[in-house]
């Protein structure tokens, strides 16, 4: 049962332009998401989160999007670069569950000039 | 230092042998943890280190058997496993309470024969 679901393995995008990335989940008690990039031979690294309180949160070229009706999240980065080119992780987790993170399948970006 | 390293990068086992994964941490986080992540799937939790006692144990198998000496140090006591047991482990670390900002370890792929 994956209650993290990221429905796009791969997505290709030029530089400069805008990468959408998605994740949808099932899980109603999930109160905190959360977005990793791994390039390869590498652990994954956090890139921004966001509570269910909210509704938007941005750090520089990245935005994450939630939209708690639709149980769905996106990773939003612009404008992309070549150095974004990596697999990307969205999790999630539950309150009164702080150290258990659902990982989604990951999808890879790959930015290109 | 912001680094979790893991040792070794590679390792190949029979089924009858002994080894041990080790992962180290110099951030003074008091929370450590082992993912498994098979190809093309999410990390999946296994254990979490609190303030050197065991906190959660995700049913793994006793095969599996985790050990934490000190708060910088974490390991992973491998016994008799299955090739379904090949994969990457990954090793974790966070402040307490700051469970979205795992910092991984770039991971041991490891591969039963």
């Known amino acids: 049962d994956q209650q993290v679901k990221q429905n796009s393995p791969s997505l290709s995008v030029q530089e400069g332009r805008i990468s959408i990335l998605n994740c949808d989940y099932t899980n109603s008690m999930f109160d905190y998401f959360l977005w990793y990039k791994k390039y390869p031979a590498e652990g994954p690294t956090f890139l921004i989160s966001i509570s269910s309180i909210k509704d938007k949160n941005e750090d520089g070229r990245f935005t994450v999007f939630l939209n708690k009706s639709a149980k769905h999240l996106s990773l939003h980065i612009v404008p992309s670069q070549p150095g974004d080119s990596a697999v990307y992780f969205c999790a999630a987790s539950a309150h009164g569950t702080a150290s258990k993170l659902t990982f989604g399948t990951g999808t890879r970006l790959q930015v290109t000039l | 230092d912001t680094e979790v390293t893991q040792t070794p990068k590679h390792l190949v086992m029979g089924m009858t042998n002994k080894k041990s994964l080790k992962c180290e941490q110099h951030?003074?986080?008091?929370?450590m943890y082992w993912y498994k992540q098979k190809a093309k799937k999410p990390p999946e939790l296994m254990f979490v280190?609190?303030?050197?006692?065991?906190?959660i144990n995700e049913s793994v198998p006793s095969r599996f058997s985790p050990e934490c000496p000190n708060s910088s140090l974490l390991n992973l006591h491998l016994h008799a496993l299955q090739p379904e047991d090949s994969a990457l482990y990954l090793c974790?670390?966070?402040?307490?309470?700051?469970?979205?900002?795992?910092?991984f370890g770039s991971g041991t792929q490891l591969s039963v024969l």
């Open positions: 974790a670390s966070s402040q307490e309470g700051s469970y979205e900002k795992l910092f």
């Open positions: 280190y609190s303030y050197e006692k065991l906190s």
């Open positions: 951030m003074g986080h008091r929370a």
